[in-house]
Structure formats: structure tokens, C-alpha cells
């Protein structure tokens, strides 16, 4: 079945170390999308790439990196930079023409939580 | 900035009562509206989304919402809800900067 793997589900670090979440997509899209959601807060953009080797900065960068160095493949790493990283990661994917460009594909999302 | 409003964080009801979620988003261009939900212990998943034509559209589990221009508004409605509706509702909007923008999230909590 196509969709989009996150891993881990679960992540525990402590504080001043970077990590890195993983998510992969077998449903060929080309635009991929990491969120983070906090309760009350809905979901907010971190960065979004629309094809392999481009990306851009989402409502909330600071603190977060990105690669895209393969269509299938957006990984994403909270730095130590980041001042609040404990949340919910959301990565989504969409594709599909004009018609499916704008609706979103998610994950299982990774939860992590720093000490 | 696009932003989008949802006006209700926690929704209580009892089964087969009605629903209606509202949702308001800021821009005075084209756009594009979506409705996800987020099950408990479940991915995001569509609900429905609006592109253009007749405004009224209906998505699944019975769920259906109307795109009201004059209004900004995109509220989601069901006429009675069943305890597995228990859930987080997201509003969305797309207005063409190649972002998707969410609500905050309404939490419903369908008693049986």
C-alpha cells in the first residue's frame, strides 16, 4: 500500500542534542511538508519542498533543518538551536495534478520529546 | 499573512445531536478549503475539501461544508453525530503560495 513512513513514533533526547526524524513516501509525489503540532496550536509548517533538491522555509524554520536529496525521501533534523523542541512532527506529501496538488497525504507522525 | 480561524478548541455533544464547526480564513483571492481529521490514535486524513463550483460539498462519514465567499467562512456541518465522530477537526486553507495553512485544531468529544 502507498503512503508516507515516519520513524521513529517515538524519540527521547536531551537537551543540546540534534535529531533527526525520518520520512519516506512511496505514492511518487513531488511535494513534501514537515508540520509541527502542539496542542492548541493546530499544525504549522517548518519547511515544504516541491522537488528533489529545492526546499523552503516554512512559518517556524528556526531551530530545524532539511534535506531533499531523493524524490521519495524528506528528512528532518530539530537542532539544538531549537529552543522549545518537544511536539508532535507531522511529514505529508502531495502530487496528483491541479486537482490533488493541494491535499495532503500524512504520516503517523514522531513524537519527540527532549529532557 | 493567510491565516485561518477556528473559532471553537473544544466541542462536547451528545449523539445525534448537530454539529457545526466553524472556520474562517483570511484572504480575499482564490482559495482553496479542506477539512481534515485526526481520529484518536490515527493519521490526519481528508474529510473534504472545496475547489470551486457549488459551494455546498460533502465528504465522507456524512460530513458536509459550505463555502460561503461573502463570508470568508468554510463551516463544517453534520446533521447528528455518532460517538466514532469523536475526533480533532483541522481547517485548511490554500491560496496559491505553496502552503497549505491549518486552523488550531477543534477538539470534539461525542458522548454515547
Known amino acids: 500500500d502507498g503512503g508516507i513512513t515516519q520513524s521513529p513514533k517515538y524519540l527521547f533526547r536531551k537537551e543540546g542534542q540534534n535529531v533527526t526524524l525520518s520520512c519516506e513516501q512511496n505514492l511518487n509525489h513531488d511535494a513534501m511538508y514537515w508540520y509541527r503540532q502542539d496542542p492548541g496550536q493546530g499544525l504549522r509548517l517548518i519547511y515544504y519542498?516541491?522537488?528533489?533538491?529545492?526546499?523552503q522555509k516554512g512559518d517556524i524554520a528556526e531551530g530545524y533543518s532539511v534535506s531533499r536529496e531523493k524524490k521519495e525521501s524528506f528528512p528532518l533534523t530539530v537542532t539544538s538551536a531549537q529552543k522549545n523542541p518537544t511536539a508532535f512532527y507531522l511529514c505529508?506529501?502531495?502530487?496528483?495534478?491541479?486537482?490533488?496538488?493541494?491535499?495532503?497525504?500524512f504520516g503517523a507522525g514522531s513524537r519527540l520529546t527532549v529532557l | 499573512a493567510q491565516s485561518v480561524s477556528q473559532h471553537n478548541h473544544h466541542v462536547i455533544l451528545s449523539e445525534a445531536a448537530s454539529l457545526e464547526l466553524g472556520c474562517n480564513y483570511s484572504y480575499g483571492g482564490t482559495v482553496n478549503l479542506f477539512w481534515y481529521v485526526q481520529y484518536p490514535g490515527q493519521h490526519l486524513q481528508l474529510l473534504l475539501k472545496y475547489f470551486s463550483g457549488d459551494p455546498l460539498v460533502k465528504g465522507i462519514k456524512g460530513f458536509e461544508a459550505e463555502f460561503i465567499k461573502s463570508k470568508f467562512s468554510f463551516n463544517l456541518r453534520k446533521p447528528s453525530v455518532q460517538w466514532s465522530d469523536t475526533a480533532e477537526y483541522f481547517c485548511?486553507?490554500?491560496?496559491?503560495?505553496?502552503?497549505?495553512?491549518f486552523g488550531t485544531g477543534t477538539r470534539l468529544l461525542v458522548s454515547p
Open positions: 505529508a506529501s502531495s502530487g496528483g495534478g491541479a486537482a490533488g496538488a493541494n491535499v495532503l497525504t
Open positions: 485548511a486553507a490554500y491560496t496559491g503560495f505553496q502552503k497549505l495553512v
Open positions: 519542498s516541491q522537488i528533489v533538491n529545492d526546499f
